[in-house]
């Protein structure tokens, strides 16, 4: 809707009015011109494409349709590289899924390749996709609480 609105904004439609006199009868006329039609056919292009793809984002949203699967891949590269799908080397990890994506079975690790769908939002900044698992088995210290105990 932007280039219709230049046209009629900002090149907007000029009018012109030509006075004339015939001097031998002493009679006056007057025409007037305007590129109003003429602004109406640069823009109607531009409000026939906006209502073209108003109707398929109306249709999309109603249907619930997505992307074609390859459409999605390709859409999918051009994000930012996410960390190996491994967890990276030293304690054990654990993978941990960020708030906006669905939660990850127990246990679960992705695999080599392994890759977030394409339809799911990107992690909150800073998100850390792995972190350090508990230590299971043998002496775990206690947690010292944040506050003095009640006496």
Known sequence: ML?????FVVQGVESSTEYS????TGESSTESSDNFGSQIGKALPWFIFALI??????WARKTNAGW????RSALAGLRQPYPQ??????PAMRFNPPPNWPPA????????????????PEPPPGWPLWV???????????????????A
């Not at 006199?21 to 031998?24: A, C, E, L, T």
């Not at 799908?85 to 030293?90: K, L, V």
């Open 3 to 7: 280039p219709v609105f230049y046209i």
């Open 21 to 24: 006199v015939n001097y031998s």
């Open 53 to 58: 793809f108003g109707a398929i984002e109306f």
């Open 68 to 71: 074609p699967p390859a459409v």
């Open 85 to 90: 799908a491994g967890p990276p080397p030293g």
């Open 105 to 120: 079975p127990a246990g679960w690790t992705p695999g080599p390749g392994w890759a977030p769908d394409a339809t799911w």
């Open 132 to 150: 350090q698992e508990p230590p299971t088995g043998g002496w775990v210290p206690p947690q010292q609480p944040s506050f003095p105990p009640r």
